[in-house]
């Protein structure tokens, strides 16, 4: 017993597989969201650490010199080839809007539906979505985390939690 623990923490070390490492559970799509306090969920933080390399160990190195010699903003987006059902919704693309040196920290959900259609799905959810273009404060973080619905190019609507 104790030979098969030390074999599985060998093979694990090597990096080759071990029979007590758990599979990945199931990935849907539809599971991406905000919490309440407009961050991303569980989902949608397994779907950001897959594509983007974040410090998860406090004790990870950050490159200072390299954070000191840049200031501005970053920008990611994850397209998908064919929009992704989402809630009665068809899920175009993700869009993450970052502050090197400050806020914003920005998390849109891209749609391929119409914007009044987006938020009609959105505030069925709970969402209470002002109208298309305007945004409303988050409960418990007013003036610094705002959430709504845009009108994009064409019939794209995008829903964004603004957080400064």
Not at 53 to 77: F, I, K, M, W
Not at 141 to 147: G, K, S
């Amino acid at each position: 017993m104790i030979a098969r623990a030390v074999l599985a923490m060998v093979l694990t070390v090597t990096g080759l597989p071990a029979a007590a490492q758990p599979e990945p559970s199931p990935f849907v799509l539809a599971d991406i969201d905000f919490t309440p306090d407009c961050n991303p969920n569980p989902a949608f933080e397994r779907l950001l650490a897959a594509f983007l390399q974040r410090h998860s160990d406090e004790n990870a190195e950050l490159d200072a010199p390299v954070y000191a010699a840049v200031s501005g903003d970053t920008h990611h987006r994850l397209m998908f080839d064919d929009p992704a059902p989402w809630h009665g919704l068809h899920l175009k693309s993700i869009d993450l809007y970052f502050g090197i040196e400050r806020g914003p920290a920005n998390y849109s959900l891209v749609f391929d539906d119409p914007p009044e259609r987006v938020r009609e799905v959105w505030n069925r959810r709970g969402w209470r979505l002002p109208a298309v273009n305007d945004t409303r404060d988050v409960e418990g973080l007013e003036d610094y985390a705002l959430i709504g619905v845009q009108s994009d190019e064409g019939d794209f609507a995008t829903v964004t939690c603004f957080r400064d």
